[in-house]
């Protein structure tokens, strides 16, 4: 089929950018942490180029056509059910976009875990009986924050604090995979969380220089 054939009504083709690598997924510490956290193997990243103009109000014409594209519909992995991974591999006809912000440039976002009784100054995360939210067992005052809104501290992060990516990521971290050992301590969390947002980031900067002529801007320290 022609590239003309594969675009859809904005225009949008994909192509699969296969020698693209992420250092985050081949540090040995990080991998080691990820299986303690019941999440090897079950976690990837992507990456994928296009040359068009992309607008923001776009943004559902664009993620359409991302996954109705034939380079992204043969190459998109997908974890199944049975925790195999497969390949979308078929037309999708309906689709929900999200904007997720990457405003936060700088790891002092999660400062106030500190001063709150949520984490010491040490790094150790308080401790706190046993709860549980869905299938997921609590038992510090990090997860309690992260995922219980009647928490005391669920305040130190507003709704828009949340939907930050990086935020997700330290929340998905967090609470880890379903025989996930948890962390005594914050550091691990964080350290995992810098690499990944800078890794995946780096690409959507590269992307924005490229097709704003923005300058680049610093990512987490």
Known sequence: ?????????????????????FS?????????????????GRITAQAFGFDQQFKPYQKDEFVMAFFNDQNVNSNLKLLSASGQWTTLGSKVTKIEATV??????????????????????????????????????????????????????YDLFSQLDREEFLFCLFKHFCIGGTLCQFEDVVDPYLETTKAFYKDLVRMLMAYVTLQAKATNRLLPT
Do not use: N
């Open 1 to 21: 089929m022609s590239a003309a054939g594969r675009r859809g009504g904005a225009g949008f083709v994909f192509r699969a950018l296969s020698q693209k690598s």
């Open 24 to 40: 985050c997924l081949q540090d040995r510490d990080i991998e080691d942490r990820l299986l303690k956290w019941s999440m090897q």
């Open 100 to 153: 997720v912000p990457c405003t936060q440039i700088s790891m002092s976002f999660f400062d106030r875990l500190y001063c709150e009784g949520v984490v010491r100054e040490t790094g150790d995360i308080v401790k706190c009986y046993d709860d549980y939210y869905d299938d997921i067992l609590i038992s510090d005052e990090l997860r309690k924050v992260l995922l219980l809104e009647d928490s005391d501290h």
